[in-house]
């Protein structure tokens, strides 16, 4: 009798460990400002165009709160044609792109982006790392005032050299 307790036990906790996998996709903690959450799927990925799947701001300063999100791109544009994309963008946005450098990130293409321009009103100044999969792009953008980017950059450069691909998620 007692096996069978037992073994009832283990079956229920496999099968809500299961459950738990099935519903709950990360869990996000911030000692910083005390506390943490776990982050659920909210209907799935898609297969198509662009979900913001993070987003943490700081506190604003002069109406604008430095910033940090990830995007997820589905297209199935390799690094060189996004990367050409983007920087058509820029021109037609009148974004001046600083700085750009190829490396890899977890094994997969990718580059990192330093441009300036005005947008919203505001000129702001961005760090950003595009890492292209085989059915998606990854794009971390951090984002501050031009005026006070500098303060911001060590941090977001920290955030930038964080990020990585987990999985098979969007692998070749």
Known sequence: MKRLIVALIFLFVAIQTVHAAETLRAHFEDPEFGFSLDVPSIGGQGSTGSIQRLIVFGAPTNGFAPNCNVQVQHTAMGLKAYMEMSQAQFKQRKIELVATARRTVSGLPASTLHYRGTLGGRHLEFSALAVAGRDRVWLL?????????????APFAKVVDSFRVIGKSGRP
């Open 141 to 153: 953008t951090c984002t501050a005032r031009a005026d006070s980017f500098k303060r911001y950059q």
